[in-house]
């Protein structure tokens, strides 16, 4: 038989349970630090089922009617559908759950689709399966092996009712509490789910304060541990009480998040540094410090002391190697001078999404500080230490540069000579003309 459809993202799980009138499990933070709540992640059934009526079930898939709600179970995923009526009856034909609502009308999970065909499996107090027969007789069960004809009472409290079998396994409910049922043995059936609500709800704290301080030496790096769970935060936004958080992973669940993955940590934060912040593939995630083990990383590169120019109109130096609100220390503006003491590089650290410089930056206050930027903020190097040595060409000489100059200053002076010789022609022929001319007015008037 193909599997239930029931698997849901539990997050939504959670939400839906949250509108359904559940409780919100909400870790607390009554000291105002922050605190990582994996331990109330993993929740189970008949913790938050008040009163069970009825039940089906198939293979590790579960569904309880609880009043107007049926929760279903699968793959440690929570879903809670409401009804709107007191739900009357639950049965499972191995692919599909069946209900039926106050009115009596048959429905099917998880659309609640119409279902007026479906017949349903009622308890009428015997069960057969492959390893014999059960009787339910004034809330006792008997069971009878095959090929027997005696029945032995199972010893247990209170009162058992609603005996019926699924996928040849027989099961009945005792005190709120469904029960499998294995020959003689009975088994309480209370699976476990995760409830990832408490994640939407921590507490800041002091962390934007502590993600200044934890890369400031050199940049440190952990590693996860497999079966941890890390949530999602947004470090962009770190002004208000509580983080903005995404979903919740389980580490080795996903090959991007294997066990023994590095990260590069941004801080350790809470009442004493049990939680952590680290960034990995360009993600934030908040998890327990006991799950992200110190990992010996030297990824920071010492380079030569070098000055160097802002080449960016406006950007930032961070507090790591790491690009976000929550790690910006210091402007910079376009043309100022920096330090470069250091580099981080991807090829040495794989977690990191570029290749940053370490830099010192003396401010208006005669303040040195310091912090990671990337590269392609800062352009033209030029190193302290020493001026370069110059070399001198031992066939270098100046007499080819001599010879040069007089040959100009000679053609310059014969150019000049020319000019003033052609000016000199053309004036003298003016003046002559003009003597003549007077010569030729006197003889007319008679001079």
């Known amino acids: 038989m193909k599997k239930l459809g029931f698997v849901t993202i539990s997050l939504c799980a959670a939400v839906c ?8 499990n909400v870790f607390a933070d009554t000291n105002n630090k922050t605190v990582y709540p994996e331990s109330t992640f ?14 089906a079930a198939y293979g590790e898939i579960y569904a309880f009617a609880d009043g107007n709600r049926i929760t279903v179970i699968e793959s440690e995923n929570r879903t809670v559908y409401e009804i709107g009526s007191e739900v009357r009856a639950l049965d499972c034909d191995g692919e599909v759950f069946y209900y039926k609502d106050g009115a009596g009308k048959a429905f099917s999970l998880p659309q609640k689709t119409p279902a007026e065909d479906y017949v349903f499996t009622y308890s009428d107090g015997y069960a057969k399966t492959d390893d014999g027969e059960y009787k339910l007789v004034e809330g006792k069960i008997g069971y009878c092996p095959k090929n027997s004809l005696q029945y032995e009472e199972l010893t247990a409290e209170g009162q058992f009712s609603n005996l019926k079998v699924y996928d040849n396994v027989a099961y009945a409910l005792n005190d709120n509490k469904l029960y499998k049922i294995l020959k003689t043995e009975l088994q309480h059936v209370n699976p476990a789910y995760t409830d990832f609500s408490a994640a939407s709800k921590i507490y800041i704290g002091d962390t934007a304060e502590k993600l200044k301080t934890c890369n400031t030496e050199k940049p440190n790096f952990v590693t996860l541990k497999g079966g941890a769970y ?18 919740t992973y389980k580490v080795g669940d996903g090959d991007g998040l294997a066990a023994g993955k590095e990260a590069l940590l941004l801080c350790r934060t809470g009442e004493n540094g049990e939680v952590s912040i680290v960034m990995l593939g360009g993600q934030c995630y908040i998890l327990n410090s006991v799950n992200a083990v110190a990992a010996e990383n030297s990824a920071l590169i010492t380079t030569d002391e070098a000055t160097a120019t802002v080449s960016i109109a406006k950007g930032y130096a961070y507090s790591s190697p790491y690009v976000c609100n929550g790690t910006k220390l210091f402007e910079l503006k376009s ?3 920096v330090k470069v003491i250091g580099k981080v590089l991807k090829t040495s650290a794989a977690e990191l999404v570029r290749d940053f ?15 990671y930027v990337p590269f392609g903020y800062i352009s033209q190097f030029n190193y302290s230490e020493d001026q370069p040595s ?47 001319s007077n010569k030729d007015v006197n003889k007319k008037t008679g001079e």
């Not at 890390?230 to 979903?247: C, E, M, P, Q, R």
């Open 390 to 436: 110059k070399t001198e060409d031992p066939d270098y000489n100046t007499s080819d540069a001599v010879k040069t100059v007089v040959l100009v200053l000679v053609i310059v002076a014969l150019a000049l000579i020319a000019v003033g010789y052609m000016t000199f022609v053309m004036t003298s022929g003016k003046v002559k003309k003009t003597k003549n």
């Open 17 to 24: 349970f949250t509108a359904a009138g559940g409780s919100l």
């Open 230 to 247: 890390l949530t999602n935060v947004d470090l962009d936004d770190i002004s208000g009480d509580y983080f903005k958080t995404g979903n």
């Open 335 to 337: 043309g100022e001078a």
């Open 42 to 55: 993993i929740q189970h059934a008949n913790d938050q089922l008040n009163a069970v009526t009825d039940y």
């Open 357 to 371: 410089y370490k830099i010192e930056y003396i401010n208006e206050n005669d303040e040195k500080l310091t912090g």
